[in-house]
Structure formats: structure tokens, C-alpha cells
T-cell receptor
Framework: EADIYQTPRYLVIGTGKKITLECSQT?????MYWYQQDPGMELHLIHY???????EKGDLSSESTVSRIRTEHFPLTLESARPSHTSQYLC?????????????FGSGTRLTVV | AQKVTQAQTEISVVEKEDVTLDCVYE???????LFWYKQPPSGELVFLIR??????QNEISGRYSWNFQKSTSSFNFTITASQVVDSAVYFC?????????????FGGGTRLMVKP
């Protein structure tokens, strides 16, 4: 059973629309991440958060924004979707210090902008 | 700066063949973690294994095995007697520092196709 949830799973939307991709986790993790995965497979970090009211941009410049008002919730928003935003978006969270495992990923949102 | 290289973009094998996926990493830290993730066609990333830099012991889990060699900065992944269900994209990743939850740097991925 997944501990990190992303909705919607698939989304087709027209150019110029505002969209929010949802990500929620039930593990109480402080650290959360958004990755963009292009069709060529590579994963690019676009946003991360180390806790409530903490958000940072990642390695890949993105026109999206994020917020972290609650520990469990890390939504990503595109104010005006464009075809270049067509991609898969993966949300992840990671545990506190000295735990055994790395990230837990959500199932992803496949976004198509037409 | 940390970097992970998966030189094999795509590998195709026939069922029951053994296959090795290569992973080479770069880091200046003496403490780091290495990971392998599997991404099946459904899209989610599934955690397979974590190794820290002080543990060079190789690991076997069923048909999967991992060979960690600090001398060559490699963390290769072997699937023995491959099956069609092994078809997926596999990612190697690196996290620097003493916390396995620190930021991950991913390799470019290797797409494995296992044909019946």
C-alpha cells in the first residue's frame, strides 16, 4: 500500500490552463521532492522542501511553483500550462536521519498539454 | 559535485539470460549512499537496494545481485535468469553525506527489455 499519493494519475489539459498536481504522504517525512521526467527517461529535480514553509528550486529550471503549508502535503502548480510542460512528474519524500532507506516515490502524474 | 553515469541506455535480452546493468559514480565525499530503483511501465519508482560507502559487501536477493567496488567507483546490478517481468527502466542513484535521505542524484537510466 502506497504511503505517498499523487493525483491525478493522468491529465490532459489545454494550453494556458492553470493546474495543480497533488502530492501527499502519510509517513511524517520532513523532506519532499518533485522530479520531472522527460521522455528520454532522465529525472530532473525541480523543487524540494525540507519542512513546512521551506521550498527551494532544484537543478532544473521550472516554471512551476510549490508550497508546503502542511508536512504531509506538497502540491505543484503551473500557472499557465504549455506543451513544453508535457512530462511525467514524480513526487518523493525521504526519512529523517539514520534510517535505512532512501526516497519513497509516488506513482507519478503524466501530464499532457495540448 | 556528484555524478552518476549509466552508460547503457538500452539493453535487450532473451528470457533466462543473465544481464548486468552498469553504474559508475563520482563523489568527493567519503560518506555516501548508493541506490537502485526500478521503474516499470506503470511509471512509479520502486526502491530495490541501498548501500552505504562503508559497506562493500556484495548483496544477493533472489535473482538480483549487486557488486559494489569502491576502487572503480562502480555499483553494478545483475539479474540472473531474467524474466519478462524484469522489463523496466532501472536507475542508479547517489546521495552524499551521512543521511540516506539527502538529495539524490540519478543516473540517466537503463531500459531493459526482456523478450520471451
Amino acid at each position: 500500500e502506497a504511503d505517498i499519493y499523487q493525483t491525478p494519475r493522468y491529465l490532459v489539459i489545454g494550453t494556458g490552463k492553470k493546474i495543480t498536481l497533488e502530492c501527499s504522504q502519510t509517513m511524517g517525512h520532513d523532506k519532499m521532492y518533485w522530479y520531472q521526467q522527460d521522455p528520454g527517461m532522465e529525472l530532473h529535480l525541480i523543487h524540494y522542501s525540507y519542512g513546512v514553509n521551506s521550498t527551494e528550486k532544484g537543478d532544473l529550471s521550472s516554471e512551476s511553483t510549490v508550497s508546503r503549508i502542511r508536512t504531509e502535503h506538497f502540491p505543484l502548480t503551473l500557472e499557465s500550462a504549455r506543451p513544453s510542460h508535457t512530462s511525467q512528474y514524480l513526487c518523493a519524500s525521504s526519512p529523517p536521519l539514520h534510517r535505512d532507506y532512501g526516497y519513497t516515490f509516488g506513482s507519478g502524474t503524466r501530464l499532457t498539454v495540448v | 559535485a556528484q555524478k552518476v553515469t549509466q552508460a547503457q541506455t538500452e539493453i535487450s535480452v532473451v528470457e533466462k539470460e543473465d544481464v548486468t546493468l552498469d553504474c559508475v559514480y563520482e563523489t568527493r565525499d567519503t560518506t555516501y549512499y548508493l541506490f537502485w530503483y526500478k521503474q516499470p511501465p506503470s511509471g512509479e519508482l520502486v526502491f530495490l537496494i541501498r548501500r552505504n560507502s562503508f559497506d562493500e559487501q556484495n548483496e544477493i536477493s533472489g535473482r538480483y545481485s549487486w557488486n559494489f567496488q569502491k576502487s572503480t567507483s562502480s555499483f553494478n546490478f545483475t539479474i540472473t535468469a531474467s524474466q519478462v517481468v524484469d522489463s523496466a527502466v532501472y536507475f542508479c542513484a547517489l546521495s552524499e553525506g551521512n543521511n540516506a535521505g539527502n538529495m539524490l542524484t540519478f543516473g540517466g537510466g537503463t531500459r531493459l527489455m526482456v523478450k520471451p
